[in-house]
């Protein structure tokens, strides 16, 4: 009969039984003292990983044991979304262009002209669409993507229990890519609801589950981690998606992403796949980001974003040294809206804005983010660099009108100058510049506000020209210091060479008066 302590583990562990005896320098003659200090050992081996902290026996783990449990809790309250609409049918085909005279051209007449008759007489058909959702509210108010109700005449909502109600949309937000829906009318008990996690706090490892539709199977579940966080994938202003490997397809779009407490902490929305099916990297808007958006389109049927009123560029290795600056950080500015909540509270083109109502601006993304955040109408701090010092503002948030497009220049006929006058330039770093007369204004288009060093030309494979400064531009300051002549630039750029500085740093316009900043490396 074999004893429980003489088991297999427990035999491989009396190999470190005669460094035992020889660490106490004490004989082991019975056999129930031998057992008794190959158990000592085995604990002493196992005790390690049992005094681990709780964090790194966790990151040990291979994954969840099971999910099972949360999923239970949670399933319900994710639905299928399938919407139908109203297509026009497809515009005939045009007649192909043969040559007169040619064998073919009266056969393709007749075999055209029929098929047009033939569309003409089709009649408008109905297309359908599926998608996923959840249900936030007990009282019927679900989330999806914008995407999956865009044009839809109706809009249905399937719930694992075979039920189906129509669903109108209460609002929609085409930035992130959200739309928020009411089951109509109200149903006869309350939903199954889910609630809203942090996702700031989540992790690049971290388990997370996603519930949807992919390819019509409701009630699908997938398990992976969080593979990075703040993705911009070029989808829209505000980027900033959670990318997971958990298996998201066709038909997840707007369906939750959970963590492992059952809390959504983002909105299944995109993935990369060259085939259509998962490979592992989707993404999802995070949960953060997406409420103070769904509480406004459930309060107002719209979105109420911040505005101040900039136009901000990225700040380059290059432009920090030529601001003094420790590194690369913040969001330049680089023009500032007249009248604008910016312009109100003090703010310049070439400052650099490092903290945005207590959030620091790590970037050119951060401030854009941070902004549309705030509430309108909040009085804010931001602290900004202004020539290698900081310096905290106030301003008050004000409103984006999101209808409003950008206003573009209008066009206006190319003329042939006549004749130019010989003009004085000067080649600095590349750039032949001259000082403003009435004839370059006008032959340049240059606004009669603007103010500058006007750019005449510039050397082919300069750095300056690989960084867009062209003829008709103006220079208008250099290191935020005004320039009005070659000579103004000139002195400003041997100040700084002087100072050891290595490059400077441009305020650019065009002669429209757009402004950029740029630094070039001084010769």
Same mark, same amino acid.
């Given at each position: 009969?074999?004893?429980?302590?003489?088991?297999?583990?427990? !035999? +491989?562990?009396?190999?470190?039984?005669?460094?035992?005896?020889?660490?106490?320098?004490?004989?082991?003659?019975?056999?129930?003292a031998?057992?008794l200090?190959a158990?000592?050992?085995?604990?002493?081996?196992?005790?390690?990983?049992?005094?681990?902290?709780?964090?790194?026996?966790?990151?040990?783990?291979?994954?969840?044991?099971?999910?099972a449990?949360?999923?239970?809790?949670?399933?319900?309250?994710?639905?299928?979304?399938?919407?139908?609409?109203?297509?026009?049918?497809?515009r005939?085909?045009?007649?192909?262009e043969?040559?007169?005279?040619?064998?073919?051209?009266?056969?393709?007449?007749?075999?055209?002209k029929?098929?047009q %008759? %033939?569309?003409e007489?089709?009649?408008?058909r109905?297309?359908?669409?599926?998608?996923?959702?959840?249900?936030?509210?007990?009282?019927g108010? @679900?989330?999806?993507?914008?995407?999956?109700?865009? &044009?839809? &005449?109706?809009?249905?909502?399937?719930?694992?229990?075979?039920?189906?109600?129509?669903?109108?949309i209460?609002?929609?937000?085409?930035k992130?890519?959200?739309?928020?829906?009411?089951?109509?009318?109200?149903?006869?008990?309350?939903?199954?609801?889910?609630?809203?996690g942090?996702?700031? @706090?989540? $992790?690049?490892?971290?388990?997370?589950?996603? @519930?949807?539709?992919?390819?019509g199977?409701?009630?699908?579940?997938?398990?992976?981690?969080?593979?990075? $966080?703040?993705?911009?994938?070029?989808?829209?202003?505000?980027?900033?998606?959670?990318?997971?490997?958990?298996?998201i397809?066709?038909?997840?779009?707007?369906?939750p992403?959970?963590?492992?407490?059952?809390?959504?902490?983002?909105?299944?929305?995109?993935?990369?796949?060259?085939?259509g099916?998962?490979?592992?990297?989707?993404?999802?808007?995070p949960?953060?980001?997406?409420?103070?958006?769904?509480?406004?389109l459930?309060?107002?049927?719209?979105t109420r $974003?911040?505005?101040?009123g900039?136009?901000?560029?990225?700040?380059?290795?290059?432009?920090?040294?030529?601001?003094?600056?420790d +590194?690369? +950080?913040g969001?330049?500015?680089?023009?500032?809206?007249?009248?604008?909540?910016?312009?109100?509270?003090?703010?310049?083109?070439g400052?650099?804005?490092?903290?945005f109502?207590? #959030?620091?601006?790590? &970037?050119?993304?951060?401030?854009p983010i941070?902004?549309?955040?705030t509430?309108?109408?909040?009085?804010?701090?931001?602290?900004?660099?202004? !020539?290698?010092?900081q310096?905290?503002?106030?301003?008050?948030?004000?409103?984006?009108?999101?209808?409003?497009?950008?206003?573009?220049?209008?066009?206006?006929?190319?003329?042939?100058?006549?004749?130019?006058p010989?003009?004085?330039?000067r #080649?600095?770093?590349?750039?032949?510049?001259?000082?403003?007369?009435?004839?370059? +204004?006008?032959?340049?288009?240059?606004?009669?506000?603007?103010?500058?060093?006007?750019v005449?030309?510039?050397?082919?494979?300069?750095?300056?020209?690989?960084?867009?400064?062209?003829?008709?531009?103006?220079?208008?300051?250099v290191?935020q210091?005004?320039?009005l002549?070659?000579?103004?630039?000139?002195?400003?750029?041997?100040?700084?060479?002087?100072?050891?500085?290595?490059?400077?740093?441009?305020?650019?316009?065009?002669?429209?008066?757009q402004?950029?900043?740029?630094?070039l490396?001084?010769?």
């Amino acid at each position: 009969m074999t004893n429980c302590l003489e088991g297999p583990g427990l !035999k +491989r562990s009396n190999i470190a039984l005669p460094a035992l005896e020889r660490a106490f320098s004490f004989p082991w003659p019975h056999r129930t003292a031998r057992r008794l200090a190959a158990a000592l050992i085995a604990f002493s081996l196992a005790a390690p990983l049992a005094l681990m902290p709780l964090e790194a026996r966790a990151a040990a783990a291979k994954g969840p044991d099971t999910v099972a449990d949360t999923a239970a809790l949670i399933m319900d309250a994710v639905v299928n979304i399938s919407t139908s609409q109203t297509v026009a049918p497809s515009r005939s085909v045009p007649t192909p262009e043969l040559p007169p005279g040619s064998p073919f051209e009266e056969f393709f007449e007749e075999f055209f002209k029929r098929r047009q %008759q %033939q569309g003409e007489e089709q009649a408008p058909r109905r297309v359908s669409s599926l998608g996923s959702g959840f249900v936030i509210d007990a009282s019927g108010f @679900i989330v999806t993507n914008n995407h999956v109700i865009a &044009d839809a &005449d109706e809009v249905y909502a399937n719930f694992a229990d075979g039920s189906k109600l129509k669903a109108e949309i209460v609002g929609r937000d085409t930035k992130i890519d959200i739309a928020l829906l009411k089951v109509t009318p109200e149903p006869d008990k309350p939903l199954k609801a889910v609630k809203f996690g942090n996702s700031d @706090i989540l $992790r690049v490892g971290d388990w997370v589950m996603a @519930i949807g539709n992919p390819f019509g199977l409701g009630g699908t579940l997938t398990v992976g981690v969080i593979s990075a $966080r703040n993705r911009d994938i070029n989808s829209g202003p505000y980027d900033n998606f959670l990318q997971t490997d958990a298996a998201i397809n066709r038909g997840n779009s707007g369906g939750p992403l959970f963590n492992m407490e059952g809390d959504v902490v983002g909105i299944n929305t995109a993935i990369i796949s060259p085939s259509g099916g998962s490979i592992g990297i989707g993404f999802a808007v995070p949960s953060n980001t997406a409420i103070p958006i769904i509480a406004q389109l459930k309060e107002f049927g719209e979105t109420r $974003r911040g505005w101040i009123g900039v136009r901000i560029q990225q700040v380059t290795p290059e432009i920090a040294e030529s601001l003094s600056l420790d +590194r690369a +950080r913040g969001a330049l500015i680089g023009s500032v809206n007249e009248d604008g909540p910016a312009a109100k509270g003090g703010l310049k083109a070439g400052d650099v804005v490092v903290s945005f109502d207590g #959030k620091e601006v790590r &970037d050119i993304r951060a401030l854009p983010i941070i902004v549309a955040d705030t509430p309108v109408d909040k009085e804010v701090e931001v602290v900004v660099i202004r !020539k290698g010092q900081q310096e905290t503002l106030k301003l008050v948030v004000g409103r984006l009108d999101e209808g409003t497009a950008a206003p573009s220049a209008a066009e206006t006929p190319e003329q042939k100058p006549d004749t130019p006058p010989p003009v004085t330039t000067r #080649k600095l770093m590349g750039v032949e510049m001259a000082e403003i007369t009435p004839e370059l +204004r006008t032959r340049f288009k240059i606004k009669d506000e603007l103010k500058g060093v006007v750019v005449m030309a510039v050397d082919a494979g300069s750095v300056a020209a690989e960084r867009g400064i062209a003829a008709g531009n103006l220079i208008v300051e250099v290191n935020q210091e005004a320039t009005l002549t070659p000579g103004d630039v000139e002195n400003r750029l041997a100040a700084l060479k002087k100072e050891g500085r290595r490059s400077a740093l441009l305020m650019v316009a065009d002669p429209e008066g757009q402004i950029r900043f740029t630094a070039l490396p001084i010769e």
